[in-house]
């Protein structure tokens, strides 16, 4: 059973930093895409970043957030930096089954996800 847990939600100042972490277990994804996504209150979910070895941001986190993997650990990360107020969300992190990359940004497309972890930044 493949099963993708996230840790490092929190609650940051804005300018602050935060680090998630999203550990895979069940089966390797390591030629497949792993990615994030977030979801505000009362807004739907959106496309934050994903990586097959290399990063794809959204244009609101260019620059601030950085997604690296560590295949052997089977886990990927987000660094977020300069976070704002609008950061605030739950973060999913998600996977795909097969080792296509087209659409990396489409949610619909991605098989498996975590339960999500909390990030607020106050201001």
């Known amino acids: 059973q493949v099963q993708l847990v996230e840790s490092g939600g929190g609650l940051v100042q804005a300018g602050g930093s935060l680090r998630l972490s999203c550990a895979a277990s069940?089966?390797?994804?390591?030629?497949?895409?792993m990615g994030w996504f977030r979801q505000a209150p009362g807004k739907e979910r959106e496309f934050v970043a994903t990586?097959?070895?290399?990063?794809i941001y959204a244009d609101s986190v260019k620059g601030r957030f950085t997604i690296t993997r560590d295949n052997p650990r089977n886990t990927v990360y987000l660094q977020m930096n300069s976070l704002k107020p609008e950061d605030t969300a739950i973060y999913y992190c998600?996977?795909?089954?097969?080792?296509?990359?087209?659409?990396?940004?489409?949610?619909?497309?991605?098989?498996?996800w975590g339960q999500g972890t909390q990030v607020t930044v106050s201001s």
């Open positions: 998600a996977a795909r089954s097969s080792t296509t990359w087209s659409s990396p940004a489409a949610g619909p497309t991605y098989d498996f």
């Open positions: 990586i097959n070895w290399t990063g």
């Open positions: 069940g089966r390797t994804f390591s030629r497949n895409l």
